[in-house]
């Protein structure tokens, strides 16, 4: 039992013993003490006030008499009005850090055959185009987001959308088959999307070339768009599509082909994975299938011309479009019929979508949408919103000029590592292959937590050059944090101490030592806020407190030139707890961290 749930027993014994009265613990607040206060732990007296019929000085003088007497655990109090801070015993802190110490996975909740079963949808790019800076938020946090619905105990299914239909991906297809000559990834030494998504640039290009000639001879802009060959040749390319046109298809299959591969390589090196990928190609027709149903049920209507709507009036929204008069699907008719075909694959209890936050009223109709249908977990679906990430201005440019591409991004981050790394003497001793390796995590390290430290609903601008700072709440900081840990150890073992399984109860702890177990068990409860939050960045930013927390210690004390034994062994096992907990919470942020740096 950890320290803050024998102590709401222990108060909530001394109430019934000090005024008759049986208190639910709901209404025992322990908190940390705050740092300007001595104490660890702070009860909040002022709901026992009634039942003492006394001032709140009083009863929480009482209540702490009571506890020092009949627990252990406290070996002090003082009390500031109406707040009584605890003093907690060294005795209470060893326990306590015993059992850290002895669980290799603390903090993270097995999952079971049973639990609950999670679906998260994160990515969702579109084949005309590679991944960029935006993609790159949204794939840190759907991956981060899973490992921390699966460290709280869930089953978790990772899965992607994948856009791979539309007028869109038929203007690559268009714009190869007329200026391409038959180029491919191979012939060109070109990553497959980035080759597709030049073809994407180039129909932008001559398209807007073709629109200057006709308005140069007179016609307005509008007449022009009418009048473009190119865009009805596009548009005529999509219909052949949708009528399974085999030769449309085949360039179709093909062109997309180059693009997985190329995706695979980004989502690789991004550390990002999915158990089970879709493709609106597939969905969107099983959408329409599931509206119609919905209109032979009475849930949505069909208007004179022949379109299909919801109703939402009831829910306070306003009427919305799910078929076109000629048939087509929308966005959200694709929705439905994704989230269809998953709950036919899957026993989904919970259902959460990655997507930026200009898809909030989607999301909203959706969830109305799918409860209508008789999706279990249509009303309760998540939708994790996120804000806008931008660079600097003028930081980096991608191939377009105006896109930031997530494969530059990757690269720049880890050459950036590598220099930094060189300048500040990290890579000292290091073979080339060493060096690669270091400058690969760090870069990445540093990439992952920089965006993952930021809540998620707000709008962030990432600065390459700040993330790899080796100081403050950076991941470098952090890895360098656990390397030097990983040192210590190395060199107690070289030394020939051993790290024992548990620590003698009579040991003394200073101060410092107290509060770093304290920050330690707190590891737990932020992996169940993360996940009762839906927020990586709770993870990010306690590991930053507990690694700062560890360097103030580090630095004030010593730990192999420790003359007294039993505190030297101590401080190795604090040290050892310290960087297993840093390597589990970067983990659930998918953030490697190295063991020498």
């Known amino acids: 039992m950890n320290i803050e749930n024998r102590l709401v027993n222990s108060v909530i014994g001394g109430l019934k013993i000090l005024y008759g009265q049986d208190v639910p613990a709901a209404q025992v607040q322990l908190q940390k003490t705050k740092k300007e206060f001595e104490g660890h732990l702070t009860l909040v007296v002022f709901p026992f006030l009634k039942m003492s019929r006394k001032g709140p000085e009083q009863t929480a003088q009482e209540i702490g008499e009571y506890l020092l007497s ?49 679906m998260i949808e994160y990515s969702s790019p579109n084949t005309n185009k590679p ?53 491919t990834p191979e012939s060109s030494g070109k990553k497959g999307d980035h080759l597709v998504g030049d073809y994407y640039v180039s129909f932008d290009q001559h398209y807007k070339a073709e629109l200057s000639e006709l308005m140069a001879g007179g016609l307005t802009k509008e007449e022009a768009e009418t009048a473009s060959t190119l865009m009805q040749e596009a548009r005529e390319m999509l219909r052949k599509w949708e009528a399974g046109d085999p030769e449309v ?26 158990d089970k990928i879709y493709y609106e190609s597939e969905t969107y027709l099983e959408g329409k299938d599931k509206v119609l149903e919905g209109l032979d049920k009475g849930v949505f209507y069909r208007k004179e011309d022949g379109s299909v709507w919801a109703d939402l ?41 990655v997507v930026g936050n200009e898809q909030n009223y989607h999301f909203q109709v959706l969830s109305i949408l799918l409860d209508k249908l008789g999706f279990e977990w249509g009303k309760d679906l998540v939708h994790f919103s996120y804000g806008m990430v931008e660079l600097p201005e003028g930081k980096m440019k991608s191939r377009e000029g105006t896109v930031v591409d997530a494969d530059d991004l990757m690269e720049e981050m880890i050459s950036t590592a590598r220099e930094t790394s060189l300048e500040l003497g990290k890579l000292d001793g290091c073979t080339e292959e060493e060096a690669q390796h270091i400058a690969r995590i760090v870069g990445l390290g540093a990439l992952k937590y920089f965006i993952l430290k930021v809540d998620a609903r707000k709008n962030m601008t990432f600065n390459p050059k700040e993330s790899i700072d080796f100081n403050g709440n950076t991941g470098p900081f952090i890895q360098y944090t656990y ?115």
């Open 70 to 118: 009949n627990d252990p655990a406290v070996a002090g109090f003082n009390v500031i009005k109406g707040f009584l801070n605890l003093n907690i015993s060294s005795a209470s802190w060893i326990g306590l850090l015993n059992s850290i110490h002895a669980d290799e996975q603390y903090g993270i909740v097995p999952t079971g055959e049973n639990a609950p079963l999670v």
């Open 131 to 183: 991944l960029h800076l935006g993609h790159v938020r949204n794939n840190l946090l759907g991956k981060s987001l899973a490992n921390v619905m699966e460290a709280n105990g869930n089953r978790v299914v990772k899965t992607n959308i994948v856009n791979d239909r539309g007028i869109h991906i038929c203007k690559s297809m268009l714009a190869w088959q007329k200026y391409g000559q038959g180029e």
């Open 249 to 274: 298809r085949a360039l179709w299959s093909m062109m997309n082909g180059w693009v997985y591969k190329g995706f695979d390589e980004t989502y690789q090196q991004m550390g990002v994975d999915f």
């Open 313 to 353: 009036t009831a829910e306070g929204l306003d009427h919305k479009l799910l078929l076109r008069a000629d048939g087509t699907s929308v966005y959200m008719t694709q929705d439905i019929g994704t989230a269809k075909l998953r709950f036919d694959d899957y026993p989904i209890h919970k259902m959460i979508y």
């Open 483 to 597: 390397a030097r840990i990983q040192s210590v150890l190395r060199k107690a073992a070289e030394a020939g101490i051993s790290v024992p399984a548990s620590l003698p109860a009579d040991l003394v702890l200073n101060e410092k030592e107290q509060t770093l177990i304290q920050s330690l068990a707190e590891f737990a409860a932020v992996v169940r806020q993360a996940g009762e939050d839906y927020s990586p960045s709770v993870i990010a930013n306690y590991t930053y407190d507990l690694v700062k927390e560890y360097n103030q210690f580090y630095h004030d004390f010593s730990i192999l030139r420790e003359e007294n034994e039993d505190t030297k062994v101590f401080r190795l096992v604090l040290s050892a707890n310290v960087g297993k907990v840093v390597r589990l919470a970067m983990g659930i942020l998918g953030i490697e961290v190295p063991d020498r740096m």
